[in-house]
Each structure stands twice: as structure tokens, then as C-alpha cells.
């Protein structure tokens, strides 16, 4: 037995207002996947530069990765 067929049975039991409620969440689910399936696919292209003139990232690299491994063993040492 599917799943299609086990949800029918169950359905077919049901009294009409949770037949309704499954209906309704079917359908929300259907109108979801749709907004995903139109939605453009993203690319990796669209964030690159974005950080650029962040002052988080301004000054010595090495430096601020030294102070984001402090920050980070700082985190693991709680």
C-alpha cells in the first residue's frame, strides 16, 4: 500500500472538517513548492565583493584571523 493509498484510507474516515484541514495543508504545500520552483537559482557570483568594505575585514589579514581563532577558542573553552 502507498502512502497516496494509506492517507485516502485514513480520509475516507475522517470527518469532514479534518478532511478539509489535510485538503488545505495539501494545497499549502502544492502553492509552496510551486514559489520554490519559480524562484531563480541563486549563484555564489551574486555575494562576491559583498564584503569588501566591511570594516570587520579592514586592516592585517593574519591579524583578524588571529583575533577570530582567539574569539573562536574562546567559544570551545566554555
Known sequence: MTIAD?????LKTAPPEIAKEV???LEFLEAKAQQQADKPARSWDEFMG???DSKVFEGDPVE???KM????DREWDK
Open 50 to 52: 559583498c564584503l569588501k
Open 6 to 10: 494509506t492517507v485516502y484510507e485514513k
Open 23 to 25: 485538503l488545505d495543508f
Open 64 to 66: 583578524i584571523q588571529r
Open 69 to 72: 581563532r582567539a574569539e573562536w
